[in-house]
């Protein structure tokens, strides 16, 4: 009789932790809906999505740099963190010497710990100078910003594929080396795509902290809202817009910081779709499983 | 000892300290400030030497900026609000504005540059973008890099008001969210030049003379530097109980010294 007790009060708890949750992220999108829609409609919707000037003081609200501004900073983050943190990953998994990998594993989780205002500062300080020196201009760009979040996404990346490469059976590594495949050949073509769902959530997570990084982002993008015509220019990411100006927003202006945020959400909404997509048509399924 | 009593005991220990962090009985009273990041350390130091002679207050200080100390005291939320601008008249709706003292807006370049003045028109063409290298106006052969804050800020305001007039400021300057950060970003560029508050000033940027006067406390208090705006304390209404004994220690001679030792001009000695 106890147990029983013990059995529906555990359950029922968990269903309402669950529950929670669900109920909180809905008043999370409801809440900015509400506060964001007003300046959408007396703005106008497309104008709002596709217009390219922001300019509070006089009446402008497009966020189209904006966008283009958060999407260019995450997609060369991504396209400098993937390829590195994969050999890292594939590196650690497979190759490593169990001592080697017992100091770089530690190291690379300190690289998730340090806060992301001194990764910012570090950038400001550091990195700022260097590409103003080399490469001209102000030296904030989106370059700069991508640098800084490859860093900050990099532990993410490569513990979470870390894990999937490591949680491939033994049996598959040891079939393909029995019929005679390299080590090199096992990895390639049986261990990295067995482990490609796992490799494509690392990878989803890592974009979530780039595209949602804003402190760091603020203190080296230069956050100028205009296209940028090179990785060079400075540019203004979606988040860095709402932090930078919500402290002295009223009315319309408030509102529109809230639609930015709405933009920034269907943003993250369709990445998320399209990973989803990825990760399930990527899935081997084996017997009434899959990996 | 069984691990379940030592988290019994841990808990029992969160919970109390928790009280006495949230409930250090009733006998308070507390006095809620939000607003200017500018005005933001002034005020902390006021209210830490306030709370010295008055034990039974509490003085909660945030800041936020200009623009959220106006909305929250207009709202109630806060019983003050601090501003680094003067409001304009669609911002007051029954706000009354305290001057606590005047602070100067420096244009800095950086150490390397040579230009050590400029004369009012000369800053908003370099602002607006009109000079773009620093040769143009007899300077080093170095493109012109202009760093603002960020919309909204009151320091912004006050520069756009004060220099640029109806003239826009160059849609490719550089956007940094704090006076410190702008100071960063000018002391390590050659070719940068910004605003910063007065009180941030020290020596590793150059501080320009703006038509030939150089900006110093003496020259904000008696009106002959150009680039000034006013630290006030927004209340709604009229000051009653807590808020009103606060203001009066503010205004009080005690109260200004306070304020002149944070290199603020403080409200009695400008000129009239």
Known sequence: MKDNIEEFLIEKGLLITALSSIIIILLIIIFIFSEGLPSMESYGFLKFIFGTTWDPSSGDYGVLPMIVGSLGITGLALLFAVPLSLLCAIFMAEIAPKTMRKILKPVIETLAGIPSVVYGFFGLIVLVPIMRVQFGGTGFSMLTASIILTVMILPTIISVSEDALRSIPQEYKEASLAVGATHWQTIKNVIFPAAIPGIITAIILGMGRAIGETLAVIMVAGNVAQFPNSIFDPVRALTSNIAIEMGYATGIHYSALFGTAIVLFIIIMILLVIANYFHYKKKITIGGGYL | MDSKYVLL??????????????????????????????????????????????????????????????????????????????????????????????????????NENSISNLTSEQIRNLFSGEVTNWNQIGGSDEEVHVVVRESGSGTLQSFQDIIMGSTKIRKDAIVQSSTESVKQAVKQDPGAIGFISLVNMDNSVKAITVNGITPSEQSVANGSYLLQRPFELLIKGEPTGISKDFLDYVMSPEGQAIIQNQKVVPANQLKQ
């Not at chain 2, 207050?57 to 929250?72: A, E, H, M, Y």
């Not at chain 2, 001057?99 to 807006?105: E, L, Q």
Request: glycine share 12%; aromatic share 4%; hydrophobic share 40%.
């Open chain 2, 9 to 110: 005991i841990i808990a029992v220990i969160i919970i109390i300290s928790a009280y006495l962090v949230f409930n250090p009985g009733n006998q308070y009273e507390r006095l809620q400030i939000a607003g200017s990041t500018s005005v933001q350390p002034v005020i902390e130091k006021l209210a830490e030497k306030y709370q010295e002679t008055h034990p039974n207050v509490r003085i909660n200080v945030q800041g936020g900026g200009s623009g959220l100390g106006i909305r929250t005291v207009e709202q109630g939320i806060v019983n003050m609000g601090m501003s680094s601008k003067a409001l304009n008249p669609d911002e007051k709706d029954g706000l009354n504005e305290y001057v606590i003292g005047r602070d100067g807006i420096i244009i800095a370049v950086n």
